[in-house]
């Protein structure tokens, strides 16, 4: 009896070290995900932050080509009045 509670003990131990080890490991990757995560995170907050830049300068170019576009039309109005008359 003495020698299988022994056995026990033993055997309660070495699980309760593995339950150590294992909570060990588990907040290891918990903390690596949770900064793989973070790292994502702000890889597409930068991301977003770059394509409204380039949405902007994209809006303010659409309106600096409609400008030249409107003066080319009015430039080529003129010329045909000037060819005509």
């Not at 309760?16 to 995900?33: K, S, V």
């Not at 995170?41 to 380039?54: G, N, S, V």
Request: aromatic share 6%.
């Amino acid at each position: 009896m003495k020698l299988q509670n022994q056995n026990h003990e033993s055997r309660i131990r070495d699980l309760e070290d593995q339950l150590r080890r294992e909570r060990e490991n588990h907040n290891i990757e918990r903390d690596t995900l949770n900064n793989e995560i973070e790292r994502l995170r702000k890889a597409i907050d930068d991301q977003l932050m770059e394509y409204r830049d380039l949405m902007d300068v994209k809006i303010q170019l659409d309106a600096e080509i409609a400008a030249y576009r409107k003066l080319l039309e009015s430039e080529e109005t003129r010329h045909e009045l000037f060819y005509f008359v």
